[in-house]
């Protein structure tokens, strides 16, 4: 069990995970386009039962294995909401609430902190920075930042004054593909997945000289085969539809859990997008 002072901690991608946020796709609908995955889905939809049952089976999976699942209730105005991760996160022992940046998920961050204020969990509001949780990739004292249309250098540089004990290394990617979470993931200390060529060139080649890269394809990219969950203990959860993703991780002594979440992903996010990691200990 966690320690008992801490109502918050994460310090990686990949330590034991305690407690983790997440919201029901109650709600969950393409209103609006805001990513490439919603533009191909547009005109399909989604199917809000088939979302409902699949994201009950993954919470499911997560309290089997022993994780504390906290549900955050799920409001009609947000369809976006089952992504927990972009609305905060997690660096040492506080707890940061982002600011969105798209209109249509603007206000998903109070609810939040309401519950946050409720358990009286302290947190740091980046109030007035755009900067989401899906841009936001944690390896110890290093913190890598997508820049993306959806977190901007301003808001890196303001998180980079907070955080002094810290590394804060500024990732440009390119804009379609949303999070730096779509495009890259660490899953160990020496191991990370990576969709390749569209990070800008010198920052994929510092990533390559610290982490042993899986290289996902173009067909897996659009499965968010980097949108991988890791629990600790070397348990990943993955799509089933991601084979050579699961096979790689499987060669690597990772146990996949595989979890078919394939109607949420239409709206642009996979395992890491919905859940919001709060306590995570070695």
Same mark, same amino acid.
């Given at each position: 069990m966690p320690s008992q002072q801490h109502k918050s901690i994460c310090n990686s991608e990949y330590d034991k995970l305690h407690t983790v946020i997440l919201c029901e796709p109650q709600h969950m609908t393409i209103r609006e386009v805001i990513n490439e995955t919603q533009k191909h889905f547009k005109n399909e939809g989604i199917h809000i039962e088939l979302a409902l049952e699949q994201h009950r089976d993954f919470l499911v999976k997560l309290e089997e294995h022993g994780v504390n699942v906290v549900l955050l209730p799920a409001l009609r105005k947000f369809p976006e909401q089952v992504f927990t991760r972009d609305i905060g996160f !997690?660096?040492?022992q506080t707890v940061f609430v &982002?600011?969105? &940046?798209?209109?249509i998920r603007k206000g998903e961050e109070d609810v939040l902190r309401e519950w946050l204020e409720q358990e009286e969990i302290p947190y740091y509001h980046l109030l007035g920075d755009e900067i989401e949780g899906g841009d936001v990739v944690i390896d110890r004292n290093t913190v890598y930042i997508g820049v993306s249309n959806r977190t901007n250098l301003a808001a890196i540089e303001h998180l980079q004054s907070l955080l002094t004990s810290y590394e804060v290394i500024a990732i440009p990617f390119t804009e379609t593909y949303l999070h730096l979470d779509c =495009?890259?993931?660490?899953?160990? !200390?020496?191991? &990370?997945?990576?969709?390749p060529g569209v990070i800008e060139k010198e920052k994929e080649e510092l990533l390559r000289s610290r982490y042993d890269l899986i290289e996902i394809t173009e067909e897996e990219q659009? %499965? *968010? $085969? !980097?949108n =991988?969950?890791?629990?600790?203990?070397?348990?990943?959860?993955?799509l @089933? =539809?991601?084979k050579h993703v699961n096979s790689e991780l499987?060669?690597? $002594?990772?146990? =996949?859990?595989?979890v078919d979440i394939s109607e949420i992903i239409k709206s642009g996010?996979?395992?890491?997008?919905? %859940?919001? @990691? *709060?306590?995570?200990?070695?």
């Open positions: !997690t660096i040492g &982002a600011e969105m &940046a798209h209109d =495009v890259f993931n660490i899953i160990s !200390t020496e191991e &990370a997945i990576i969709y659009f %499965t *968010l $085969g !980097t =991988v969950f890791s629990i600790g203990d070397k348990k990943i959860f993955s @089933p =539809v991601n499987r060669k690597r $002594g990772y146990d =996949v859990i595989e996010g996979s395992f890491r997008c919905c %859940t919001m @990691p *709060l306590i995570r200990e070695e």
